[in-house]
Nanobody, 124 residues
Framework: QVQLVESGGGLVQAGESLRLSCTASDRAFSTYTMGWFRHAPGTERDFVAAIRWSGGITYYANSVKGRFTISRDNAKNTVYLQMNSLKPEDTAIYYC?????????????????WGRGTQVTVSS
């Protein structure tokens, strides 16, 4: 089972940027479709973005489209989430998730591996 470790969270002001990273322990990282989810207090863990294991296909939640960019570096076993124009409503714990050889999924049950999360706080 692949282990995932997120980093890059922090406290920023509205309008600023952050880049989250998620590094995987599996050398077969290139075979995993990777996703980012977030969990704010009082809400469900919601889909944010995903990138397919092959073809570079990406998909975003409507709430982040145009502001967030997901990318991956297979040589570094790492997936990134570049977050620009951050808003207070982006405040949440951000989780990295992985599914091997899968198509892009937007539901939690579609991913079998999860990191422990990194906190992002956006002040107004």
């Amino acid at each position: 089972q692949v282990q995932l470790v997120e980093s890059g969270g922090g406290l920023v002001q509205a309008g600023e940027s952050l880049r989250l990273s998620c590094t995987a322990s599996d050398r077969a990282f290139s075979t995993y479709t990777m996703g980012w989810f977030r969990h704010a207090p009082g809400t469900e863990r919601d889909f944010v973005a995903a990138i397919r294991w092959s073809g570079g296909i990406t998909y975003y939640a409507n709430s982040v489209k145009g502001r967030f960019t997901i990318s991956r570096d297979n040589a570094k076993n790492t997936v990134y989430l570049q977050m620009n124009s951050l808003k207070p409503e982006d405040t949440a714990i951000y989780y990295c998730a992985a599914r091997q050889y899968g198509n892009i999924g937007t539901r939690r049950y579609e991913y079998s591996n999860w990191g422990r999360g990194t906190q992002v706080t956006v002040s107004s």
